[in-house]
């Protein structure tokens, strides 16, 4: 494929990881496993699954269907057979990367294009990617690890870990979870963190030069940078600037604190 290209996949089910080489193949290696079936009805439920690779030029697409007859197996006492899938993907590093699947999560390491990674029920683990990261989940935790560019982090159910984050702005927000962001650089553009339900922590460089907006409606709000304050002092709430201002860090919850550190302190 060369060493670069994109990797399509849209999957029904299954664990998923995706690992950048330096190289110019792309290597899949997919293991499926039938419990509480018969082998015929083990055979039919993997034929149904209409697994699909395709490889055009520097392209390759990875596509699985739900099998149409798995919700009708049901077995007395309410166990019915299941299907698990397990995908392990090598891909040259200068890959962009778009995936999606409907429960099992991702993980994503070792790459230098831009992943957009979605995934119905499962977690995200992202980790050393060098170009635009836009991840979410409707069930699951993220996390998100040396990242050094522009990061879209959203869950509906689960919270948001960002670590040693170098790229130019970040904006991680979850229904319901815990958020916490660990800025190795300070923010170059506009961030955004928040959550319904849970705490927000922020994690910058002491020289950062930002606009503060932070606001929770439950919950008191910490920061041992120092704030030059702007208009009037609201219970949980902080509006101000650090070294004279730049960007705008957002942070915010509905129910729980808010902490903005010098980084590399304890929270407490």
């Not at 090598?90 to 778009?98: N, T």
């Not at 955004?192 to 339900?197: A, P, R, V, Y």
């Not at 030059?228 to 070294?243: F, K, M, P, S, Y």
Request: charged fraction near 25%.
């Amino acid at each position: 494929v060369g060493r670069a290209g994109k990797l399509m996949m849209d999957v029904d089910r299954g664990g998923v990881r995706v690992v950048g080489a330096d190289q110019d193949t792309v290597e899949v290696r997919v293991t499926r496993k039938v419990r509480r079936a018969s082998a015929a009805e083990a055979n039919r439920l993997l034929a149904e699954e209409k697994l699909v690779l395709n490889h055009s030029g520097s392209e390759v697409s990875i596509r699985a269907q739900a099998p149409r007859s798995l919700r009708g197996l049901f077995r007395w006492g309410g166990l019915r057979p299941e299907l698990d899938a397990n995908y392990e993907i090598s891909v040259p590093r200068k890959f962009d990367l778009r995936l999606k699947d409907a429960s099992g999560g991702f993980k994503v390491a070792s790459i230098q294009g831009c992943v957009n990674v979605n995934s119905l029920s499962g977690g995200l683990d992202l980790s050393d990617i060098e170009g635009k990261v836009d991840g979410g989940t409707m069930s699951g935790g993220i996390h998100a690890a040396r990242c050094a560019d522009e990061l879209l982090l959203h869950s509906m159910s689960g919270g948001i870990t960002i670590e040693s984050f170098t790229g130019p702005n970040a904006q991680a927000n979850t229904a319901s979870g815990s958020v916490s962001a660990d800025f190795a650089s300070a923010p170059k553009a506009d961030c955004d963190l928040h959550t319904m339900s849970g705490s927000v922590t922020a994690r910058i460089p002491v020289e950062s030069a930002v606009r503060v907006d932070a606001h929770t409606m439950s919950g008191g709000i910490k920061t041992d940078l120092p704030v030059q304050v702007e208009g009037r002092v609201h219970a949980g709430t902080l509006r101000g600037t650090i070294n004279g201002g730049g960007p705008l860090l957002k942070l915010g919850t509905m129910s729980g604190g808010i902490q903005l550190l010098k980084r590399g302190e304890t929270s407490t």
